[in-house]
């Protein structure tokens, strides 16, 4: 199709492209398609893929992994207060900090994958990591001398219990340092790993890749489960040592499974990181920011608009939207090379694709930093609904207590239970209704998740008010209100449908939304938002403990729970997620979903590529 008078139909504007912008002459899209696919095939892979002979060694892999790093912190909160004898101030910012320094460190992970060392290369380094880190955090449950002297339940009431040393704490922080480092190459290069085994160019690959996200998720269910139900009882009722040390187990066999399947993997070479090329617009969108558009808008073949190349397939048209990063695509005198019209500076000239993809990114922001405050609700699943647990009776039966860290897998089940009634048969009876193909759009679902994150810390408040006067009036010794732990249920249940919503919404979002080559991005930005909604709910911890109270009162987060007013945290929390929540009905208002350039043959070889809104 290098014909001259081709168009680009954006929005009401028409612009014609010079008969370099779009590069091969196939009959029709579909051999596009296929010669765009022969070509991501030879780049991608040098031997035939691994296929489901690598996927015994890799679903091992990470589902060992999963089992070590969820089974060794699903219970950690308990462990700092009962062995370290920590505050819940205190338990809850080592917590906070850690899961955010976690969350955050993908980030530098999927760089240094994508730009340098690859996939393998950073799992198998991560996974030491990980190990070392296990190791750490195991010793300090084993050698007496890691953990402060034994605390009595008297002294305990009476908040003489040692805290750990300076030396203590440090090791602790260093075990948790390694376990942050082995994070950031596992998550982001995990699931992409295991994709790249199969050829996305053919029906049975793709069938393949499907099929790997199933068994994925599907044993990354069963081994939640396991984490918060198994091992939790074993490091609350039979021994920290065994309940930490059965997951660096697993870990360790993690690591010689991967290893052992090395021959059978397909190793896909780094290409770059998307960052260089996000980088490439801004700087030169700031250097040609005095160039004035044509006042009479005639912009003939002013756009440099290169075919696609590598792994991405999907074009994007010239929008009109945050127009002055348009000028990093103008094409000044001197810029393309005479020879074969590419670039002679990256970083003065930038193609129309590279433009809309940073648009792309920049649309996305605002949407995703109303995730952070929402997140926050999460949070608390993992410290202060914890220590509700830790003061409510858990007894099922005359002998079984359910351990105060199991309390979260309620959350869990119902994901499970109700995941599969919104995907087979609430969605299908809403797409009847609104006539979209996933029965309400994806904002929609992320702003639900939201509503349900509201709610949900509304109930924790009341039932932490009905279990405080509970305890108050019966005064047990050691501070447990005489009701149910399944008080906590509803709360638990709210917050599931938050995941079931919310998360599962945003991660949806963010894949559909950002372009091809950029989905590593975010899903980086993804964790990102978990990392500052740690770091809010810190910063939200430290504030409320150190001006609430006082003139004889205790803070809202005593140590005390009892003595404390913890309802009144739940609370802020919900009117901030309030003023969140209008906050995103703003931006969703104001959101424009990422347009398809579709490319349409007509009878006269002309080729029109027109923007379509996605209903996202």
């Not at 009962?82 to 505050?87: G, T, V």
């Not at 001398?145 to 040692?162: A, H």
């Not at 992320?446 to 408040?461: E, N, P, T």
């Amino acid at each position: 199709m290098a014909l001259e008078g081709k168009r680009l139909c954006c929005r009401a504007n028409c612009f014609h492209m010079p008969s370099w912008s779009i590069s091969s002459k196939p009959s029709s899209q579909q051999e596009q398609r296929a010669g765009d696919d022969q070509v991501l095939s030879a780049k991608i892979t040098k031997r035939k893929p691994g296929g489901w002979r690598a996927m015994p060694f890799i679903l091992g892999n990470e589902t060992f992994e999963r089992l070590a790093t969820f089974g060794l912190l699903a219970n950690f909160t308990v462990y700092l207060v009962k062995k370290l004898h920590m505050d819940q101030v205190s338990a809850s910012n080592v917590i906070y900090i850690w899961s955010g320094v976690s969350n955050f460190a993908p980030l530098v992970g999927a760089f240094i994958s994508d730009a340098y060392v690859g996939k393998f290369r950073t799992i198998a380094f991560s996974s030491f990591a990980l190990l070392l880190g296990m190791v750490t955090v195991t010793l300090t449950a084993w050698i007496p001398e890691l953990l402060p002297p034994p605390c009595t339940q008297q002294q305990k009431v009476l908040g003489q219990c040692l805290g750990p040393t300076k030396a203590q704490l440090g090791i602790l922080i260093m075990g948790l340092g390694f376990l942050s480092i082995g994070s950031a190459g596992v998550r982001p290069c995990s699931i992409p790993f295991g994709a790249d085994q199969f050829d996305p160019t053919t029906a049975e690959g793709k069938k393949g890749i499907n099929s790997f996200f199933n068994w994925y998720y599907t044993s990354f269910t069963v081994v939640l489960l396991l984490a918060q139900t198994v091992v939790v009882y074993i490091q609350d009722s039979v021994s920290w040592v065994l309940g930490f040390g059965i997951p660096t187990v697993c870990m360790f066999f993690s690591i010689i499974l991967f290893f052992i399947g090395t021959k059978f993997y397909v190793h896909v070479e780094p290409e770059g990181s998307p960052f260089s090329g996000i980088m490439q617009v801004l700087v030169a969108a700031y250097r040609k920011r005095r160039i004035e558009f044509p006042a009479d808008g005639e912009l003939n073949g002013l756009f440099y608009d290169p075919p696609l190349k590598g792994v991405v397939m999907t074009k994007l048209p010239l929008t009109d939207q945050f127009r002055f990063l348009n000028k990093a695509a103008i094409i000044e005198v001197g810029e393309l090379k005479a020879a074969d019209g590419s670039r002679s500076d990256q970083w003065r000239l930038c193609s129309i694709q590279q433009v809309e993809e940073v648009k792309c990114l920049v649309r996305i922001i605002p949407i995703w930093a109303a995730g952070i405050i929402s997140l926050m609700a999460m949070t608390q699943q993992g410290t202060f609904i914890v220590f509700q647990a830790m003061k409510m009776d858990r007894h099922l039966g005359p002998r079984f207590q359910i351990p105060a860290g199991s309390i979260g897998v309620i959350s869990l089940i119902t994901v499970g239970l109700w995941l599969p009634f919104y995907d087979r048969i609430l969605v299908p009876a809403l797409r009847k209704i609104t006539k979209h193909e996933g029965g309400i759009t994806l904002l929609q679902r992320i702003g639900i998740g939201i509503v349900f994150s509201i709610l949900a810390m509304v109930v924790a408040g009341l039932t932490e008010r009905v279990r405080r006067a509970s305890a108050i009036k019966h005064h047990h010794p050691d501070g447990v209100a005489p009701m149910s732990v399944m008080w906590l249920a509803p709360q638990l249940i709210l917050m599931g449908f938050f995941e079931l919503f919310n998360i599962l919404g945003q991660i949806e979002f963010f894949n559909r939304q950002f372009p091809e080559h950029m989905t590593s991005i975010g899903n980086a930005l993804f964790f990102c938002s978990f990392a500052l909604a740690n770091y809010l709910s810190s910063l939200l911890v430290n504030v409320v403990h150190h001006v609430t109270g006082g003139h004889g009162r205790p803070d809202w987060l005593a140590n005390d729970l009892n003595a404390g007013r913890l309802e009144y945290f739940y609370f802020s929390i919900a009117g901030m997620g309030l003023l969140n929540l209008i906050y995103f009905l703003y931006c969703a208002h104001r959101y424009r979903y990422k347009g398809n350039a579709v490319q349409i043959q007509d009878n006269n070889s002309h080729v029109d590529v027109e923007l379509r809104s996605v209903k996202a």
